[in-house]
């Protein structure tokens, strides 16, 4: 039977959003997030398709699913970096360059419909949200929202004349190596003066607290490729996402006199007790997965660490990494997880490695000329 390619509608989008749960059923590291959230990120009401536009493909083979693809379109990313970019994400496809193919020919076909010359991807709708395609590291388990996927999807994506635009590095810090003492000794001479300070997040004022973050982060990512800056929507979206999780060893600020000069975001591997509920809660697993929560994770991600242009060079890079080390011993990890820094950031690369980490895993962003 021929390749069969569908355009879904908003009806279709539970069965766009279960695929990879089908495809890797069994797989000894994929995990999938939760489907509701994965629904939630996709609906049309969520804050980012107010500045964006999708389309869902799905393949099917011999009558069964086989593949799935979304092109996108965001607008706000090239009204920032003055572009004509579009993009593909939520790649899941069976060993198969005809599927593969029939789907990007429609993703592409759409996108350069739209005006758009070039194409970037996967992005999952975009560098704000997980992003990259694995291309090393297969052989270890996800961290909580870094992407998973088997190494022929490589193949499938440069067969389809995507090549490489840029590597996003994790790298991996174990907790028993301590913090290096010659930086202790920068910590404590940036410290004395008393100008520069730690604060652990108070729940209770979480949204003041990601209003500082939303400043911090636009700020310090500014001029790193790719970022686009987040609205008030889309952090009162983090804010729902992360409150129920939050605890005040994950969220902390480095202050100078004051002022909010950095931020450091850390979580536990939720994934370890995402992997045994496929996608879904319900009267089976609930409890096992209530006492994976509770049980503590001897693994966790620095999902973000920034710091403010006119604040960098003075330490607080280390100040934070720091913390982290500290937070993450408390917790008794065995290792952290710091993901993901571009790979032609040496200023940060240089740090997070004179800390002590190692790169353990490397993601991809293709592009493709159209």
């Known amino acids: 039977m021929p390749i069969e390619l569908r355009e ?28 509701s959230e994965a629904r939630r990120l996709l609906s049309l009401a969520h804050p980012f398709w107010r500045h964006g536009e999708r389309k869902l493909f799905m393949a099917f083979k011999d009558g069964k699913p086989a593949g799935r693809l979304a092109a996108v379109l965001n607008h706000k990313h090239n009204a920032f970096h003055d572009e004509k970019c579009g993009f593909f994400g939520f790649f899941d496809c069976i ?8 789907m990007f020919e429609s993703t592409l076909k ?15 709708p975009s560098t704000n949200e997980t992003c990259g395609l694995l291309i090393e590291g297969f052989d270890s388990p996800p961290m909580v929202m870094t992407p998973y996927n088997p190494a022929y999807y490589a193949a499938l994506i440069e067969a389809a004349g995507f090549a490489k635009a840029k590597d996003l590095y994790a790298f991996q810090a174990f907790t028993k190596s301590g913090f290096p003492e010659r930086m202790e000794k920068i910590v404590a001479r940036m410290t004395r003066a008393g100008k520069v300070s730690l604060e652990l997040v108070d729940i209770r004022r979480i949204k003041e607290a990601l209003a500082d973050l939303k400043e911090i982060y636009n700020s310090a990512w500014e001029r790193n490729w790719g970022f686009v800056p987040m609205s008030d929507e889309e952090i009162d979206e983090l804010a729902r996402a992360l409150k129920p999780l939050l605890k005040p060893e994950y969220l902390y600020f480095a202050r100078v006199d004051g002022r909010a000069a950095g931020f450091v975001l850390l979580l536990p591997d939720f994934n370890i007790a995402l992997k045994g509920v496929s996608g879904s809660l319900n009267p089976l697993n609930i409890l096992p997965f209530l006492y994976r929560l509770a049980v503590p994770m001897r693994r966790g991600r620095l999902l973000a660490l920034g710091v403010k242009k006119e604040f960098r060079g003075r330490g607080v890079e280390l100040l934070l990494i720091k913390q982290a080390f500290a937070s993450a011993a408390s917790m008794k990890w065995e290792y952290g997880d710091l993901s993901w820094t571009l790979e032609d950031n040496d200023r940060m690369n240089n740090v997070i490695a004179a800390a002590g980490g190692k790169v353990y895993k490397k993601f991809r962003i293709y592009e493709k000329t159209i």
């Open 8 to 35: 879904l509608s908003e009806s279709g989008t539970p069965a766009f959003v279960g695929f990879p749960y089908e495809l890797f059923k069994g797989h000894p590291y994929w995990v999938g997030e939760l489907k």
């Open 95 to 102: 060993d198969d360059r005809e599927v593969s193919s029939a």
């Open 110 to 124: 759409w996108l350069k419909s739209s005006g758009m010359d070039k194409v970037r991807g996967p992005v999952n």
